[in-house]
């Protein structure tokens, strides 16, 4: 008996397409991948010199809804376009030089525009080739229920092939998306974020450590691949890393810490070969990184583009927050890690084991980094909020005045609180300047160093006058010329009424208002 032929029906598109990604964005990732991969041929046949002489073009216009990829590499010949760009997960690449593989990327687009066209040209040859995708058609031919196409049957009722006279010496390949239906396609300031983490792009140039990242990648003899991409024409695209970080928004941020330093790190299969390496910042873990700090986290990538999102690493850390303390990646260079069709992990095998188990123990010790800072910033604070509390009072003494005299005997019984605080607080980070000196990481010095180093105070030797060694106490209603001695008690005790009802600094600035307001007048 004959074996029956396998039918392969026409849902398999749609699941290519549209229902691949949950991310419409992640066609721009996929249209990227493949012009890279063509550069990256251009350069090797010798068509470019490198790299930086590619160029990828991205053209998003909102007003006629279309997208337009282009790339200034090698083309396909005229003979091979219909196979290529018609068949489909037929890829001829090799998995272990190219980013992409698997010969389905291309299809992306299908699930968000009405036509797709590809049009390229190979350089020798004097012609434009045309492949046209009716993506609207085929939606209407995938949601007709009634109807059993086969896949390659639907695939030559939705495509057209046609050609154009080109000049020989031109080489390219344009993917246009017309009539795109996701407005998130069309946002080109979300779209440039995006890239600015997901695309092969350079480091920009304000980010201080971007040639320690790049020349650690050639001393492992796996130089980060960059190209020279640009949306309309006037935006090129660099990654979002930064030495300083924000909280706030886009338009109103404001600095709260910042990055001094790199720590790098590999890792390595069981015969020593490398497999991966990566790099993290260190800076002083005031808090969780804010969205605003687009390059947050820990990222993984492949080829130097992004393997998921900004949480791809998550699971591997004790704590989910842990990732977004940091900016970092991790660049996995091991042919046997691969990425899987929707490039948002790797497959399992033997070598991703290796890895994540690696990364694990990597992502333990930045546990205890971020909370090893936490514990140093708050007896710190302990020291710092001692030293402002102690010109709080003298401005007190000396400036502002005290309400009455209960007022000056709660601020000198706060100061004795507080530096016994202190003085527990100065022991403490003794002891662990001690520990951290013989038992602690190279990043756990510096980051020690980094916050108690502006720290000079002998917290024994801080004393304040108390009430029965200053002969006169200054009260707030002394610069009150103006008033009457009773009218100054009156005030006296209004100013008393403000400090318990509100907060010390509110408090502080309404009594300042009273007394301007008052001084400028001639009395209650």
């Known amino acids: ?48 010199s490198s790299l930086t002489d590619g160029r990828i073009e991205i053209d998003i216009d909102p007003a006629n809804r279309k997208i337009v ?31 992409g593989f698997r010969g389905i990327g291309r299809l992306g687009g299908l699930g968000y525009c009405d036509n797709l066209r590809f049009e390229t040209s190979y350089k020798g040859e004097s012609k434009k080739s045309i492949l046209s995708w009716n993506a609207k058609k085929l939606k209407e031919i995938i949601n007709n229920r009634d109807k059993k196409e086969e896949a390659s049957e639907v695939v030559n009722m939705v495509t057209s092939f046609e050609s154009e006279i080109e000049e020989s010496e031109r080489s390219y390949f344009r993917v246009i998306l017309e009539n795109v239906s996701s407005d998130a396609l069309l946002d080109e300031k979300d779209i440039s974020h995006y890239l600015s983490m997901v695309a092969p792009v350079p480091y920009k140039k304000g980010f201080l450590f971007k040639n320690d990242v790049s020349n650690k990648a050639v001393t492992h003899g796996y130089p980060i691949d960059c190209y020279p991409i640009f949306i309309n024409g006037r935006n090129q695209i660099f990654k979002a890393y930064s030495a300083s970080i924000y909280e706030g928004d886009i338009t109103n941020k404001k600095r709260i810490d910042e990055v001094y330093e790199l720590e790098f790190f590999e890792v390595n299969d069981k015969k020593g070969k490398l497999i991966a390496w990566g790099w993290y910042s260190i800076s002083n873990f005031k808090k969780q990184m804010p969205k605003v700090n687009i390059a947050r986290g820990i990222r993984l990538r492949k080829g130097n583009i ?12 004790k704590e989910p927050r842990g990732t977004l303390y940091f900016f970092g990646e991790v660049h996995a260079v091991d042919v046997n890690l691969i990425p899987n069709a929707r490039r948002d992990y790797f497959y399992e095998n033997s070598t991703l084991k290796i890895l994540e188990k690696e990364l694990r123990s990597l992502f333990a010790d930045l546990h205890r980094l971020y909370h090893f800072s936490s514990k140093v910033r708050n007896e710190k604070k302990r020291i710092d909020d001692l030293e402002s509390f102690k010109k709080e009072f003298e401005e007190k003494v000396k400036v502002k005045g005290f309400s009455d005299n209960k007022q000056r005997a ?69 610069d009150m010329a103006n008033l009457n001695r009773k009218e100054r008690k009156l005030m006296s005790k209004v100013f008393t009424i403000i400090d318990q009802i509100l907060v010390p600094g509110l408090a502080e600035n309404l009594k300042e208002k009273i007394k301007d307001e008052f001084n400028d007048q001639e009395g209650i």
């Open 69 to 99: 990829f282009s790339d200034n590499a090698t083309g396909i010949k005229s003979a091979e376009v219909e196979s290529i760009l018609m068949d489909i997960a037929k890829s001829t690449k090799d998995r272990s030089k190219s980013k």
């Open 1 to 48: 008996m004959a074996k029956r032929k396998t039918a392969i029906g026409k849902d398999v598109i749609d699941s290519l397409t549209g229902s691949m990604y949950e991310d419409s964005r992640i066609i721009y990732r996929e249209y990227i991948q493949n012009a890279a991969d063509q550069i990256d041929t251009s350069v090797e046949i010798g068509q470019l």
């Open 410 to 478: 709660t601020y000198e019984e706060n100061f004795e609180v507080k530096k016994e605080k202190a003085l527990t607080a100065e022991a403490e980070l003794k002891k662990i300047s001690e520990k951290v000196a013989t038992e602690g990481s190279r990043a756990e010095q510096r980051v020690f160093k980094q916050i108690v180093a502006s720290s000079e105070v002998d917290v024994g030797s801080m004393e304040i006058i108390d009430s029965n060694d200053d002969p006169k106490t200054k009260y707030s209603t002394d």
């Open 306 to 317: 992004q393997i998921g999102m900004e949480d791809g690493l998550t699971r591997l850390f």
